[in-house]
T-cell receptor, first 113, second 113 residues
Framework: DGGITQSPKYLFRKEGQNVTLSCEQN?????MYWYRQDPGQGLRLIYY???????QKGDIAEGYSVSREKKESFPLTVTSAQKNPTAFYLC????????????FGDGTRLSIL | AQSVTQLGSHVSVSEGALVLLRCNYS??????LFWYVQYPNQGLQLLLK??????LVKGINDFEAEFKKSETSFHLTKPSAHMSDAAEYFC???????????FGQGTTLQVKP
């Protein structure tokens, strides 16, 4: 079955360390998204990409970076510049055009040691 | 600017009772609207979507929502709550063809036996 795979499920980061969250999809979707979820704040968009080798900042991009070298993959790096990285991170994908619904992975929970 | 407001961060109902989760939107263009459900430590699953074809939209698990343009609302209902409906529910609006979604803050549904 097609879907979105996020790994790892749980991730721990030390102070000053960069960590990378993986997101892979086999839905043949052009667009991919990264969200951050904090209790009571809904989902906030970090970055999104509509095509390989191109991506745009979302509402809270500071302290994060992404790449889109392959259509299937959209990894997110949480850098040491992100001072409050503890959160639940969700990756999503969708087709383009016509405002299609997004399909979500099961998330990665990042905590600081 | 487009926005989504979910009235009530927590809703509690008894098993078998009507479920009503409220969502109001603001959009400068005809909106596409979505309801998602999230179980603990999982991603979001699409319940239903409104894309202007019909004002009453039926989704999975007997959920439905009615689009009311005059009230700028898209409330989610279910005639009879099950224990398995306990989860967090998100309303979202798609304001453009970029594929981006704007999410409400979420409503946690508690179902009491």
């Amino acid at each position: 079955d097609g879907g979105i795979t996020q790994s790892p499920k749980y991730l721990f980061r030390k102070e000053g360390q960069n960590v990378t969250l993986s997101c892979e999809q086999n839905l043949n979707h052009d667009a991919m998204y990264w969200y951050r979820q904090d209790p009571g704040q809904g989902l906030r968009l970090i970055y999104y990409s509509q095509i390989v080798n191109d991506f745009q900042k979302g509402d809270i991009a500071e302290g994060y970076s992404v790449s889109r070298e392959k259509k299937e993959s959209f990894p997110l790096t949480v850098t040491s510049a992100q001072k409050n990285p503890t959160a639940f991170y969700l990756c999503a994908s969708s087709t383009l055009g016509g405002r299609q619904p997004q399909h979500f992975g099961d998330g990665t929970r990042l905590s600081i040691l | 600017a487009q926005s989504v407001t979910q009235l009530g961060s927590h809703v509690s109902v008894s098993e078998g009772a009507l479920v009503l989760l409220r969502c109001n939107y603001s959009s400068s263009v005809p909106p596409y609207l979505f309801w998602y459900v999230q179980y603990p430590n999982q991603g979001l699953q699409l319940l239903l979507k409104y894309t202007s074809a019909a004002t009453l939209v039926k989704g999975i698990n007997d959920f439905e929502a009615e689009f009311k343009k005059s009230e700028t609302s898209f409330h989610l209902t279910k005639p009879s709550a099950h224990m398995s409906d306990a989860a967090e529910y998100f309303c979202a609006v798609s304001p453009s063809n970029t594929g981006k979604l704007i999410f409400g803050q979420g409503t946690t549904l508690q179902v009491k036996p």
